[in-house]
């Protein structure tokens, strides 16, 4: 589980548009999960049910441009819908364990969701939006936000995903039993001036006028 990724994930990534300054500052602040110490502490039977749950590979994917369209699709069925209502439900064996529990709460399973939500955005043509498209590709840059705005569409999608994106998701994170060391939450907060950018007058008007696409 890669959950320290998908969790900088909606903040590193703004972050870089502002200036390497701020992207290694926080960077500095890392939080590591301890995912191995996390295993051992499970019984051998809710082990290999989790290690071998499609649920894992269909839900909490690894989206990439090989795969985006698959897995894409696989997130947002009704049985990853299913799961992320109540995970503890697929993993019966595992269900009584403090540890499992504690990272499968729904402050996490969240995260999830906007992770994938984050690298699954589509414009009204039905391709990645440039914003997700940077997330494969590890890009970067305010061109990349700036690009974002060319669609109504992808704007209104990263918009609605960064107004969901709450603190205590990366409090629960942070202080949980195989996490180490702190977020800077004054630069996490940097995710407020995005959506600034994004509601901003400019951002409507390079997506009203994009020669790409053209709204009524």
Do not use: W
């Not at 548009?17 to 939080?31: E, G, H, M, P, Q």
């Not at 039993?177 to 702190?182: E, K, L, R, S």
């Amino acid at each position: 589980m890669k959950l320290i990724y998908l969790l900088l994930t909606l903040t590193i990534s703004t972050l870089s548009f502002a200036n390497s300054i701020n992207f290694l500052k926080l960077i500095k602040r890392d939080v590591t999960y301890d995912e191995e110490a996390f295993l051992n502490n499970l019984s051998e039977e809710c082990r290999t049910e989790y290690e071998n749950s499609e649920y894992n590979n269909k839900c909490m994917p690894d989206i990439t441009l090989v795969n985006y369209n698959n897995s894409c699709s696989d997130v947002d069925s009704e049985k990853c819908k299913t799961f992320f209502s109540d995970p503890l439900k697929c993993f019966p064996s595992c269900q009584n364990i403090p540890e499992f529990k504690e990272l499968f709460q729904p402050a996490i399973m969240k995260t999830y969701q906007q992770s994938n939500k984050v690298f699954c955005q589509t414009n009204e043509k039905g391709e990645l939006c440039p914003y997700s498209l940077s997330m494969m590709t590890k890009g970067g840059g305010i061109n990349v936000l700036l690009d974002q705005c060319k669609s109504k569409k992808c704007t209104e999608s990263l918009l609605e995903i960064f107004k969901d994106i709450s603190i205590d998701q990366f409090t629960v994170f942070e202080n949980s039993t195989y996490t180490t060391g702190n977020f800077n939450y004054n630069e996490l907060n940097l995710v407020n001036q995005y959506i600034s950018i994004l509601e901003s007058k400019k951002c409507q008007y390079l997506h009203v006028t994009s020669d790409a696409i053209t709204y009524h």
